[in-house]
């Protein structure tokens, strides 16, 4: 089931992007009106059938509040794309230095997409409104001066649906400084720390010998006993 | 004397947003007063029963300094509540993954009262100033603005309170930033330390079946010794 | 030598803050002024009296650069005054929890400090200059907006000192944020792995204990030995 | 190939500055034009043959697309010179508490030339677009403010080739943040488990000292054994 679902979420993207940006007339605004239709009903479909099928439906119902959601607010829905980039399953198995490869992979890919996705929200909803941001490269332009938490107040969203935008747009930011730093200290952390983790093996390995000697002791004892 | 007290802090909240947001008329702005004068009671009384119960009365109110200024200031009232989030406590005595969780309800909880209580109080600051806070939604969205550390200035206090609830709000948002990073960075460490764990574990095991040994090989000397 | 030089820098810091704040005429001015001179007096002896007593004094020169910044600037003399908060020191002897508390109340001292000092020299740079700061009130403000790294814009310095005066304390509020980030940090990734800290004083006591028990074996086979 | 390369690197930040500080006429105009050629031919140089030497063309290509946006892009030419402050290469090999010191010399000496250069790229695009930023005092007051994450908004770039370097200045910001709060928070960490490390080397030593008195008990059981 994840397969149709990422291919409705991008088609979902190229339709959306398709009538902000382009604002295609006659057969063109038809063909991404009705792409943003069939990826919905793909989405509600997976939604029901899912919740029909659970054994628990209301512990379901709590459980896939996002998945509502993302049913309910077409904005969120390309977010499934980031569950393509299914790192996070990946990550939660992975241990060691290998983990924060792939930290620093999914924080890329999420971060470009995070932008791009709120440029778009916030040139749809701001473009009309008598606010400063009218055209997609300057929605781009304030989404990463939002997301930097530099925020230099040249663009700013006036609506209520741009600042809601607008307001994801800074947690995502906060937890951009978030993982770049905690990456960044794992890694000194560790560096630092090699000295200790050699100390701990150096014991494991020294334990092994001392029980091998025990061992030998043991059978010396025996032959002591078997001599007599 | 909890409950009485966070139902006091709930009063207050409701009273004080009733005021600021609703500026009622009439009997309900009469009965909002009278909620707002009881709640400061309940707090008074409260402070000094505790202060003439103490053992060391001067001691008691250096370390409940904080107590003094809910009863001296209103705003901070509702500070109250977040001790019903009464995570703190429990997290003093929590270890391992459990903690993890436990900060994350707490800050996303303290960080909403915080924005909400920011909110009211830069409000009711502000809004006969002549500065540009003058509704409800534009100090939320200042509140996010300024938690998150963006700043893009199209919103910002002008009065002295206006900025002292400011600057509290700002302090908060380095300890979000603080906090955010530090689980994320708790989270990554232990995953990739997770090797070294593991060989602190085995020794211990290790260590467990060399001592089983060591006593076998005691009943075996003294078998031995019985034996002559 | 350490206490002259903290009240040399008081007296600095109060003479600053009068001829600043206070544009006092007359007597009050004189005397602001002569202590201002008999401070740098201060300094200037303590630099030339530890730079002739030096054995290698190239190489003192170059290790106590920070110094002849503090006689030659002006503004910087009142760093002194953090050395007064010797907390540093004691830092670097001490370990373990301890070492959390009293990184957090320099934090607090320093950057109340940093805040003070940075507003009196952004209002002294920028009064007469025609930009936005022009009392000390807004100068505070300006400083805590800077050293959050929150920048509205509102209030701005427009000449070079009041710049470099802004860049030092943007330096500080990055350092303010990895303090607040890494002194949680460290708590929290101590409390997640208390687990392990555990298991280390387990496997200490049992092979303490196993040291017995091989020390109680050489008796019996001694006993043993001299039984034959 | 390193030197030359380095050579080239500070020879072409010396005409690019020249170009864009002193806007110079004639002769001086056509050196400097000539310098940024002819340092972008022995990039092109050292591209072209490095990329003929290797093995696998296009494995090298796509470990390599830094070095050709080196070539491609004149901006990022300087980034070698902090390949000259090669020390991540050192970094990587070293291990402890010497690790924190070389990654605050790097962390220092790589934001101050980003610094430089964004000032640098940033007027040399934005100078004749209409934007605010006119001369180097202001696109350097700038850099600082950007790479800080203060963002006042009182200078800001209007030019796609202004933005991107900003969106890089950004970045970098938030590296700075986390090179700084992760070499804070490594610091606290060791400083607080020293207890952890400290009982880990007793055992290491313990464990050894039992090993000896083991030995000891195989030479008694052999001299009990020759004795019969």
Not at 197 to 217: K, W
Request: some cysteine.
């Amino acid at each position: 089931m994840e397969w149709p679902l990422t291919i409705a979420a991008c088609a979902f993207l190229a339709a959306y992007a398709t009538q902000i940006l382009a604002k295609p007339q006659g057969a063109l605004e038809a063909v991404a009106e009705v792409v943003l239709w069939l990826t919905w009903a793909v989405f509600l479909v997976d939604y029901v059938v899912r919740l029909t099928l659970a054994d628990r439906r209301w512990q379901w119902f709590y459980r896939h509040l996002l998945d509502l959601a993302i049913v309910a607010l077409p904005m969120l829905r390309p977010l499934r794309l980031m569950r393509f980039l299914t790192v996070l399953a990946l990550i939660q198995r992975t241990t060691g230095s290998m983990l924060r490869g792939k930290v620093a992979i999914y924080t890329v890919g999420a971060t470009v997409l995070t932008v791009f996705l709120a440029g778009l929200a916030v040139l749809d909803a701001e473009q009309n409104s008598g606010g400063s941001i009218k055209n997609f490269a300057d929605a781009i332009w304030w989404a990463f001066v939002t997301i930097t938490t530099v925020g230099y107040g040249d663009y700013y969203p006036v609506t209520v649906t741009g600042r809601i935008v607008a307001v994801g747009l800074m947690i995502g930011g906060i937890a951009l400084i978030g993982v770049v730093t905690a990456t960044l200290a794992s890694w000194i952390v560790e560096r630092v720390s090699l000295e200790a983790e050699r100390t701990a093996i150096a014991t494991e390995s020294q334990v092994e010998s001392l029980r091998a000697e025990v061992a030998e002791l043991k059978d010396m004892i025996r032959a002591l006993d078997s001599a007599h």
